[in-house]
């Protein structure tokens, strides 16, 4: 899942700082109708797209390079972007990709079925330090495997290139996601010529297993080659990276000359930036800022589609919630509207099952469990339990979510509401990274916990697979029995047959309550009001190519 990173305000002192030396260039790039100044939360960590894993790596990278199937932009349905078309064959196992001719990488290089071979070999390849997931995380999700390193797991097999404008993918076994996920920006198609002649596979892991690139591919002062809207100009870290509009681009031709990302990872420091002018927009608008950008005429606020799902987990290997009864209780005295009415500032909707509403498989038929003490008391009685029944309840400190903007907030309703409902909760905390996910994600956080995700990309897989087969953190056997119905729809190439089975999943994941998902968000952008053209996507696959200035 994309990470999207949050400072304290130490960074925010740090970021005004380096926002009052580098003032004047902003407020002249600000306050230019062609240029676009965008106020990130933090640097991209590296430009290489087959080696991004963050939200602010994406946003960058997604107007350099282009996947060969897209978006409708604010959708998640599938449009062509570099293929004009696809067929399916054997058995789902042979995908035949009709390319866009005439198009060029900003290096000169044509784009051929010879270039889109060559980058799915080079993921393909890797070897040793690009093989850790720190280096090719969505590759490893994906794909699962490589030449010399599981090769037995891996999905890919092999490419052709038939002519110029013709590359057909061999894939090992039917993968019912596999269009979906080509449009996630890790698979964007990248110039061979560059990425050799600039050492893009040189590289290693650090010390705590961090993957660092050695060449001067994709890294501050490198080179980077896509097909895509704007080109690499300069990237400066703590001070801005810069595009300049592809004059070649085979699309439409973008209305900005120039498009500037200033790292500003303070939420606060950003909105002042905004409301100063050194910025004309930014992403991760806290909710209680939403009132003061709309009371300020020279500035808007722009919604994001719901796709992400907040969640109570709840360990059944911690008794005595093995006890369907006793989740059944959780479920009834979790008052998630209270939550999302008090603390989602109107972005967000109370959530019935694991996937939000606007991703195929949403089931309308799911089980559904409303407030109610009464009823949530008179379940553990029912399953013979003597109230209240004490339970350990952990959040998480020191984050920021889209899908839980404040996580204190969310425990300190719901403990209260589970404390009237016949239990009796013991609070417990940790950092976010490393101890809560670890905690979490070993199934050592308690019997309850506060966690959520964000989709990558327009599937229920991503949702369900990527969340609910952690099964150490909801105390699950590795065989769960209803896996098998995820299983299923992995191989599945019939879109219908697919949804119907995730449709099957939600209904009887809710009746067994893995856990009880309480939110969709909706999270906030702000922008001056002379930007136009700027249409969020609920993936954050955003182009810029669209967005232009009035003044």
């Known amino acids: 899942m994309r990470k999207f990173l949050r400072a304290g305000v130490g960074a925010g002192v740090l970021a005004l700082l380096i926002a009052a030396v580098a003032s004047g260039s902003a407020d002249k790039a600000s306050q230019s109708s062609s240029t676009l100044v965008f106020g990130a939360a933090a640097d991209p960590v590296v430009l290489d797209a087959a080696l991004i894993s963050d939200g602010e790596s994406f946003r960058v990278i997604y107007q350099i390079t282009e996947t060969l199937v897209g978006l409708k932009p604010g959708t998640t ?19 035949t990709f009709t390319l866009r001719r005439n198009v060029e990488f900003h290096d000169g290089t044509p784009f051929n079925a010879a270039a889109v071979c060559a980058n799915f070999d080079r993921w393909y390849n890797f070897k040793g330090a690009q093989q850790s997931s720190s280096a ?3 590759y490893n999700v994906v794909f699962g495997g490589f030449k010399t390193k599981d090769a037995k797991k891996a999905l890919y097999r092999s490419c052709n290139a038939r002519g110029s404008n013709v590359a057909v993918i061999n894939l090992k076994r039917p993968y019912g996601p596999f269009l979906a996920a080509m449009t996630l920006t890790p698979f964007a198609i990248q110039s061979p010529t560059a990425m050799r002649e600039n050492d893009a596979d040189k590289g290693r892991l650090t010390s705590d297993g961090v993957y660092q690139p050695l060449g001067k591919y994709g890294v501050p002062g490198g080179v980077v080659a896509g097909t895509g809207p704007f080109k690499l100009v300069s990237w400066r870290i703590g001070d801005k990276l810069e595009l300049e509009r592809n004059d070649e681009y085979w699309g439409r031709r973008p209305g900005l000359s120039r498009l500037i990302f200033r790292a500003i990872p303070d939420n606060a420091a950003r909105l002042q930036a905004l409301q100063t002018g050194e910025i004309d927009g930014y992403d991760l608008v806290e909710p209680q800022d939403i009132a003061t950008i709309k009371r300020n005429r020279g500035l808007k606020v722009l919604d994001r589609p719901a796709f992400n799902v907040a969640y109570v987990g709840i360990n059944r290997s911690v008794e005595p919630f093995d006890n369907i009864l006793v989740r059944r209780a959780v479920a009834h005295g979790l008052d998630r509207a209270g939550v999302v009415r008090s603390f989602y500032a109107g972005r967000g909707v109370v959530a019935h099952q694991f996937m939000p509403p606007s991703v195929a498989g949403y089931s309308k038929s799911v089980p559904k469990y409303a407030y109610n003490p009464n009823r949530a008391k008179a379940l553990l009685r029912q399953a013979g339990l003597t109230l209240p029944v004490e339970v350990e309840f952990w959040w998480p400190t020191d984050v920021s979510r889209p899908y839980m903007p404040n996580p204190k907030n969310n425990f300190q309703a719901f403990a209260a509401s589970l404390n009237k409902s016949g239990f009796k909760v013991v609070a417990k905390s940790a950092p976010w990274n490393p101890t809560y996910l670890g905690r ?14 964000t989709g990558d990309f327009g599937d229920a897989s991503t949702f369900l697979d990527g969340v609910l087969r952690s099964y150490r953190q909801f105390g699950l056997p590795q065989n769960y029995r209803l896996y098998r119905l995820l299983d299923r729809a992995l191989v599945e190439t019939n879109p219908d047959v697919r949804n119907a089975l995730y449709r099957s999943f939600n209904n009887a994941s809710m009746r067994d309550l893995i856990g009880v998902p309480y939110a969709h968000t909706k999270p906030a952008l702000a922008f001056k009001r002379t930007v136009v053209g700027y249409r969020p996507s609920p993936t954050t696959s955003e182009s810029f190519a669209s967005v232009r200035k009035t003044g």
Not at 77 to 95: H, I
Not at 440 to 453: I, R, V
């Open 77 to 95: 349905q599938l449009a062509p972007m570099l293929a004009t078309k696809w067929v399916k064959s054997n058995g789902g196992r042979r995908w």
């Open 440 to 453: 979490a994600d070993a199934g050592t956080a308690g019997a309850l916990h506060l966690l959520g995700w």
């Open 136 to 138: 090719s995380y969505y």
